[in-house]
């Protein structure tokens, strides 16, 4: 079984406006899945080691271009030499450049119930 975890940024834009969206995700996930809102980078350091260590399939990134920017370059570190899982942007904040180019433009709870029930593609 496929499973995923959520890195949120509770600081991005769309996260401080609307917390309810990222609290709203936890009822999209199963009991293997995992939610965590990261609040300093060592925060997102443990997460993503962890996250490595339950192996999961996709990583979503609930934030805008800045999270998801520094959520690759640490994954890029942790991961190594190894395949990166597949990851997943959910849109959270400003300008959400990086979503919408892959054509994610429906908020994070919409996206991931998409993506949770197979509406989507990978690029």
Same mark, same amino acid.
Request: charged share 25%.
């Given at each position: 079984?496929s499973t995923?975890?959520?890195?949120?940024? &509770?600081?991005?834009?769309?996260?401080?406006?609307?917390?309810?969206?990222a609290?709203?995700?936890f009822?999209?996930?199963n009991?293997?899945d995992q %939610?965590?809102?990261?609040?300093? *980078?060592? $925060?997102? @350091?443990? /997460? *993503?080691?962890?996250?490595?260590?339950?192996?999961?399939?996709y %990583? #979503?990134?609930?934030?805008g $271009?800045?999270t %998801?920017?520094?959520?690759?370059?640490?994954l890029l570190?942790?991961y #190594?030499?190894? &395949? *990166?899982?597949?990851? *997943?942007?959910?849109?959270?904040? /400003?300008?959400?450049?990086? #979503?919408?180019?892959l054509?994610?433009?429906?908020? &994070?709870y919409?996206?991931?119930? @998409?993506?949770?029930e197979?509406?989507?593609k990978?690029r």
């Amino acid at each position: 079984m496929s499973t995923i975890g959520i890195i949120v940024n &509770p600081y991005s834009k769309q996260n401080k406006r609307k917390p309810q969206f990222a609290d709203k995700l936890f009822s999209l996930i199963n009991h293997n899945d995992q %939610i965590v809102k990261t609040k300093s *980078l060592d $925060d997102l @350091d443990k /997460t *993503l080691k962890q996250f490595k260590e339950r192996r999961h399939d996709y %990583i #979503a990134v609930v934030g805008g $271009d800045g999270t %998801i920017n520094i959520v690759l370059a640490k994954l890029l570190d942790i991961y #190594a030499d190894e &395949p *990166l899982p597949i990851i *997943l942007p959910l849109k959270g904040g /400003t300008m959400n450049i990086v #979503a919408c180019h892959l054509g994610i433009h429906s908020n &994070p709870y919409k996206a991931l119930k @998409d993506f949770k029930e197979g509406h989507t593609k990978t690029r």
